[in-house]
């Protein structure tokens, strides 16, 4: 499906999240993910962070055959299966609603790999899903995180607010983390900034 035609598709789905404050990819990022994912072929894919479904509809309407998404919020998750059903992506899809750590970890366990991991749920939590999320990828794959510039905090020099310090600190490691062996990261400076990153070897032009 075209990209302009999933997202005219998608308007009931992106009202909901503004009316109940589900944060959701933003337009152009979304835009970015689709021409990824279709201009590299990749077809199977992990997904942190389902929310109702949006992005991962995105994703499967760009040429992706398997979506394995995961959300601790069953409510959301209700909503996402209904999105998923309404395209007929509904067995392309598996949904697992749990703490993403314990989900990927059993992923790990079952020696299950992917094209791409998008990675859009806790961002203080990256850090810790990284050495995971490593051995999740098939050769070539790669770990596309959203909003990793965090409103410019990331970058910002000075105080932060307290709140937010934490999940600052731990993004700020791991995109040490991502640009240092065995890892090379591009940050695409799209509205919240997205890292692109693959193991060293071959990288996405
Ligand atoms: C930014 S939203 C995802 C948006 C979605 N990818 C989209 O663009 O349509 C982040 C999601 O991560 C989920 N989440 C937060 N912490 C989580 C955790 N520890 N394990 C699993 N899901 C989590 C939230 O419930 C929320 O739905």
Not at 25 to 52: C, H, M, P
Not at 146 to 165: A, M, S, T
Request: cysteine-free.
């Amino acid at each position: 499906m075209e990209f302009n035609d999933i997202i005219k598709k998608l308007e009931k789905e992106k009202a909901y999240a503004k009316l109940n404050y589900i944060p959701i990819i933003r337009d152009q990022s979304a835009k970015f993910l689709y021409d990824f994912v279709y201009e590299n072929k990749l077809k199977s894919i992990l997904e942190i962070g389902t929310a109702i479904g949006y992005s991962g509809s995105i994703i499967l309407s760009a040429g992706a055959l398997k979506l394995t998404t995961i959300d601790k919020n069953y409510e959301y998750i209700q909503i996402a299966k209904k999105a998923f059903e309404k395209f007929g992506f509904l067995d392309q899809v598996q949904i697992l609603n749990d703490d993403a750590f314990k989900v990927i970890k059993i992923l790990e366990k079952e020696n299950k790999k992917f094209d791409m991991i998008f990675l859009d749920g806790p961002k203080g939590q990256y850090i810790k899903y990284l050495p995971i999320l490593k051995n999740l990828l098939n050769n070539g794959g790669v770990i596309f995180a959203d909003n990793v510039l965090l409103h410019g905090l990331i970058e910002q020099k000075g105080i932060i607010p307290h709140k937010k310090r934490t999940m600052v600190i731990n993004l700020r490691k791991y995109l040490d983390l991502v640009n240092s062996d065995p890892f090379v990261t591009k940050i695409i400076r799209l509205e919240d900034g997205i890292a692109i990153t693959k193991l060293k070897g071959d990288f996405y032009a």
